[in-house]
């Protein structure tokens, strides 16, 4: 069985807990990093970070873009999102099929 993480600010991790994912708090771009290369290397599948501390280890995020595990997915801090991982879903989106099926304007 895969294990199931999430990476963050102590106030926004730790509600993950109860859900049964490990919770690695981290409060700087290296505590983040070395938590992201410790889950990936521990076989963890999912690693859910939160928006802020995945843009401040973009050369980690980077690392595991590529990689089919571990999933890296950027999540809302406790200040609210600031829309990168939208971003990045769409781009995963449009790569994968060739077309921004998700959010196209309508004509």
Known sequence: ???????????TVLAF?????E?????????????????A???CAVIFITEDMAAQIGETME????????AIIPIPGATGS?????????ANVEKAIGADILFREEG
Do not use: I
């Open 41 to 43: 290397q521990a076989g």
């Open 63 to 70: 690392r595991y873009r590529t990689a089919p595990l571990p």
């Open 82 to 90: 600031d829309g990168s991982g939208m971003k990045r879903v769409r």
């Open 23 to 39: 919770v690695v708090p981290a409060e700087t771009a290296a505590e983040a990093s070395r938590a992201v290369f410790n889950l």
């Open 17 to 21: 807990r109860a859900l049964g994912l």
């Open 1 to 11: 069985m895969h294990k199931v993480a999430a990476v963050g600010s102590r106030d």
